[in-house]
C-alpha cells in the first residue's frame, strides 16, 4: 500500500493515518484490523469490477461493507 503526501498533510492536522497489509482471507483481515483498532474510516478500492452488481456481488469490498459498522469509502 502506498500513503502519499496526502496522508503526511492529514496526519499534521491532527488525524491518526495508517496504511496496512494485514495477511489472511482478506474481508476478514480488514474487518479484524477494524475491530481491533477502533477504526473510524476503512478507504477501500474496487479495481477490476464493472458495475454496482458485480460489486456487491461477493466481492471483497462489498464484504466489508456488509459487514462493518464503521464507514467506508470505496474509490
Known sequence: MKCGQGCRIDAGR????EALTPIGKSYDSVLEVAGGRGVDLIVMGTYGRRGLKKFLA????GRVIGNTTCAVLVV
Open 14 to 17: 491532527g488525524f491518526r493515518i
Open 58 to 61: 461477493g466481492s471483497t469490498t
